[in-house]
């Protein structure tokens, strides 16, 4: 079945910068769009950032451009996100997510942003 694991959260001082990523596995990775989304506490969730399964395109939401990277590797089924300059209003689970005809959801990493 569809499995997508988050790794990578964690605590980090403002200003810093972490590491997020996504191994996914039971379908052609490489044919999905693979997507970082994120859910502040209290908050609806939101889109971070997407990559296209060619990775010829990438789209970032506008909070977090210019600070965030979103890439992939096709050979190993793995997406990844890398976050600099971190706020404390970045902190949220992190949800990496594949989508085609349908989106499948991973269960999240928590990253709290903190001093």
């Known amino acids: 079945q569809v499995q997508l694991v988050e790794s990578g959260g964690g605590l980090v001082q403002p200003g810093g910068s972490l590491g997020l990523s996504c191994a996914a596995s039971g379908f052609v990775f490489s044919d999905y769009v693979m997507s970082w989304y994120r859910q502040p506490p209290g908050k609806e969730r939101e889109f971070v950032a997407s990559?296209?399964?060619?990775?010829?395109?990438?789209n970032y939401a506008d909070s977090v451009k210019g600070r965030f990277a979103i890439s992939r590797d096709n050979a190993k089924n793995l997406v990844f996100l890398q976050m600099n300059s971190l706020q404390p209003e970045d902190t949220a689970v992190y949800l990496c997510?594949?989508?085609?005809?349908?989106?499948?959801w991973g269960q999240g990493t928590q990253v709290t942003v903190s001093s």
């Open positions: 990559i296209s399964n060619t990775m010829t395109t990438t």
């Open positions: 997510t594949a989508s085609r005809l349908k989106r499948y």
